[in-house]
């Protein structure tokens, strides 16, 4: 099936600031972007809120829904037992409204999505270096020392597969990123490109 909607994938090590960038994009880019919520067994960090930065699930609700083929992908990240998935049917209705649906997943789930959704756009954010990337988790202050140090060992595993994106952006000053983010994505407006996945 075609249709007037995108896929696009950002990923990045946490800390790197790419959900920062994702909420300042879809406030601020003029194209119809949406982000898919994901589901995750992760319990809310202070101010998150349920349908909005994740819906969250119950390591039963996650693991019904996995088995009834609800995600189109989903695994378990930083290996501490919680889930995280994208749901199917969030990414088919933003597709067939012609939404622009922005995945904000790991280099994993990514992959997965790609291989069935080479067309995706795909854009890899990161904060330029490993010791950057320590000092904001830091500053960030929500995580304890054992969840920075497994954080900055997935981030070396994803930074090393940053390869199989088609944009890489340094996140070195939040406006400078969003810039240029919103004009690599325009660059592909008017494109239309087959979906295989709805
Ligand atoms: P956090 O717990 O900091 O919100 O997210 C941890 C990691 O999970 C981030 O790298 C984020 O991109 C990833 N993540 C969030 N949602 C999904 C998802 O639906 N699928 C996958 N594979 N990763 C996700």
């Known amino acids: 099936m075609t249709t ?22 879809l406030n601020e880019s003029e194209l119809p972007l949406v982000l898919s919520v994901s589901a995750t067994t992760r319990p809310p960090r202070g101010g998150e ?4 930065n994740y819906i969250f699930l119950s390591q039963d609700e996650f693991q019904k829904r996995r088995l009834s083929g609800d995600f189109l992908e989903c ?17 088919s209705t933003g597709l067939s409204e012609g939404k622009w649906v922005i995945l904000e997943i790991d280099v994993q789930g990514a992959l997965a999505v790609l291989q069935d959704n080479p067309q995706a756009i795909t854009i890899f954010v990161h904060p ?18 054992e969840s920075i140090q497994r954080r900055l060992d997935v981030a070396a595993e994803e930074l090393a597969l940053r390869h199989h994106y088609a944009h890489e952006v340094i996140n070195a000053e939040i406006n400078s990123t969003v810039q240029q983010l919103c004009k690599l994505l325009v660059q592909y407006q008017g494109e239309k490109i087959p979906c295989s996945k709805n």
Not at 81 to 89: C, E, K, Q, S, V
């Open 4 to 25: 007037s909607g995108k896929l696009v994938i950002i990923s990045g090590p946490s800390g790197s600031g790419k959900s920062t960038v994702v909420q300042r994009l």
């Open 49 to 52: 809120e349920n349908g909005k």
């Open 75 to 91: 695994k378990e990240v930083f290996g501490r037992g919680y889930w995280y998935g994208t749901l199917r049917n969030v990414v």
């Open 128 to 145: 330029g270096s490993m010791a950057e990337l320590e000092k904001r988790l830091r500053n960030r202050g929500t995580e304890s020392q």
